[in-house]
């Protein structure tokens, strides 16, 4: 299973309403919008996971806001 990072985990969780689909293209649409470099990146991880992970991996996942 894929294993997210803390600051990817709370990244998909301000989408968690959504399913994996929609989530990739919330971030896709997101990314035109972003300046910061770092953020950036790690948008751009978080979309590679998800893509990489089939649907019924994701839908196991629980993505919960937390804090580092």
């Known amino acids: 299973m894929m ?3 803390i600051e990817e985990s ?4 301000m989408y968690a309403h ?5 989530i ?6 997101a990314v ?3 300046q910061e470099p770092e953020m950036l990146e790690l948008v ?3 979309i590679e996971k998800i893509v990489q992970m089939s649907e019924e991996d994701f839908a196991q ?3 919960e806001l937390e804090e580092e």
């Open 18 to 22: 959504k399913d994996r689909r929609e």
């Open 10 to 13: 709370n990244l998909i969780a």
């Open 32 to 34: 035109i919008y972003i």
């Open 3 to 5: 294993k997210f990072t």
């Open 24 to 29: 990739l293209e919330e971030l896709h649409q």
């Open 61 to 63: 996942e629980v993505f």
């Open 44 to 46: 751009h991880q978080t």
